[in-house]
């Protein structure tokens, strides 16, 4: 079931929360140990919050995710839970509060009943854990799950939860989202706040204008129901803008939309490009114009991001965390970012945000004239569990090259809707609405995502 199925069986009574609660805690422990999902239950809180929301029913009526069951990324702070980066090191580390959109989410009724696998730090296209191991897909078990947020992907493709919390900096919501067949949001820049209640508390600049915590689940509207829940401004997070949610107008024109596939650089293999072919088509029979068109600066966008991230993680991320990471972890950062690392010379990091700033301006006024952009996430189908692991030069950029068409969103700091069959809808910046909307009418043709069989 989707969540708003889920949340209509409750406000008819039809089910209780502690019912539904414990439906998802039982899945949990029929199908975890397969895929290594989720790494530290709440059942006793989650179910004791049950118990007590059925004792005042009538007074959640108007609760968007009432009763609702969530899983959430290690990263995120949960009053009592783990927040380890998935780090030893950090094993033992406990959040003393809920930061503002886990509040958010538990004002809206939602229920959290888990918190899920991630890489070292969050800074991988895998999800290995040098504390917790490696999080499989539950569609085949040989497969990577993605990363960074591959245990909330695997949690709910799983059935674990119907929506996931995760953050994309760099395709952490799209990838594990494509590769394990679900939908995932990647807001705005800014449209979701980030208040930590345990240090480090701020961040480099790239963190403000590239990342973005947002849901995963099993169909877009759940998307909206999460989504809608934790936008905001918030005075803790000063790169928060306070612009409003709002739904697609009925009847509203279709947006033009420019088909992308390798004009970044990108490699694209057949499937990957069948399913662009057949998303375009989709579209077009829903109204929509779609042409073969591409972003100013296509090839430099995604380096442009890679400089900016990578010189910041080697020359100021590194030598403060790099002795904590699992090995595998290191050599991953180390071989991708090393290659486009600006150095130390602050002239050429301050050039690089200087051409970011041209490749925004010129984006921006292109998507003027196509609104969306409709092209892969990762140039190649879901890969094998090891795709990433110690990779020499060549082999880290030709990766790289299989996910040129991932990094441009980031760097423009703009919304990307993933779709389960390793397609994304690209929207302006604030216009969530119209690359929801976009997948939506993919959605009627090829469904909701469905719950893989373990």
């Known amino acids: 079931m989707t969540a708003q199925q889920m949340r209509q069986l ?12 414990r439906a998802h805690l039982d899945r949990i422990e029929k199908t975890n140990s397969k895929i290594n999902a989720v790494v530290e239950l709440r059942a006793e809180q989650a179910l004791a919050e049950a118990s007590a929301a059925d004792e005042n029913h009538s007074s959640r009526s108007g609760l968007a995710l009432d009763g609702i069951p969530l899983s959430i ?17 950090l094993a033992e580390v406990r959040s003393p509060a ?50 960074s947020s591959g245990g909330d992907a ?19 919501i799209r990838v594990p989202a494509t590769f394990c067949g ?57 790169a928060s803008i306070p612009i409003p949610v709002t739904r697609p107008v009925a009847g509203a024109a279709r947006p ?6 390798d004009q970044t650089g990108a490699k694209v293999q057949p499937e990957v490009l069948a399913q662009l072919d057949e998303t375009a088509r989709i579209l077009r029979e829903a109204g929509y114009e779609v042409v073969d068109a591409a972003i100013p600066n296509a090839r430099r966008a995604p380096e442009v991001w890679a400089e900016l991230i990578g010189t910041e993680l080697m020359e100021a991320g590194m030598p403060v965390f790099g002795d904590k990471l699992g090995e595998s972890n290191r050599q991953h950062i180390e071989a991708l970012f090393g290659v ?3 150095g130390s010379e602050s002239r050429k990091y301050i050039q690089a945000f200087e051409e970011r700033r041209k490749i925004m301006r010129e984006a921006a006024l292109w998507m003027e004239e196509y609104p969306l952009v409709l092209c892969p996430v990762a140039g190649m189908p879901t890969p094998d569990l090891d795709f990433d692991h110690f990779l020499d030069r060549e082999q880290t950029l030709n990766l790289f090259d299989h996910m040129r ?17 390793g397609i994304q809808i690209v929207g302006r910046r604030f216009q969530e609405a119209q690359a929801l909307e976009a997948a939506a009418q993919v959605e009627r043709v090829i469904g909701t995502a469905s719950v893989a069989r373990l």
């Not at 480099?204 to 099993?218: F, K, N, Q, W, Y």
């Not at 033009?256 to 596939?261: G, H, L």
């Not at 068409?405 to 069959?421: D, E, F």
Request: with cysteine.
């Open 73 to 89: 990324k290690d990263h995120y702070d949960v009053a009592g839970m783990k927040h380890t980066e998935g780090l030893p090191a």
């Open 10 to 21: 409750v406000k008819n009574r039809e089910v209780s929360r502690v019912e539904l609660v």
């Open 98 to 147: 809920d930061e503002v959109v886990i509040q958010r989410l538990k004002a809206a009724g939602a229920i959290i009943i888990g918190k899920t696998n991630q890489p070292d730090l969050q800074i991988r296209w895998n999800t290995v854990s040098h504390l917790y191991g490696t999080t499989k897909n539950p569609r085949d078990l040989t497969k990577t799950a993605g990363g």
């Open 340 to 342: 486009y690392n600006l």
């Open 256 to 261: 033009r939309i420019a088909r992308m596939v």
């Open 154 to 172: 695997a949690a709910v493709a799983a059935g674990m939860a119907p929506i996931g919390l995760g953050l994309d900096y760099g395709g952490s």
């Open 182 to 238: 679900i939908y995932g949001l990647r807001p705005s820049a800014g449209r979701t706040p980030k208040v930590a209640t345990l240090p480090p508390f701020d961040s480099p600049p790239t963190v403000d204008m590239m990342s973005c915590i947002g849901p995963l689940a099993r169909c877009v509207e759940d998307l909206w129901l999460a989504y809608e829940t934790v936008a905001g401004a918030h005075p803790g997070d000063p």
């Open 405 to 421: 068409n991932i990094p441009w969103v980031n760097l423009l700091g703009i919304p990307s809707v993933a779709l389960p069959n």
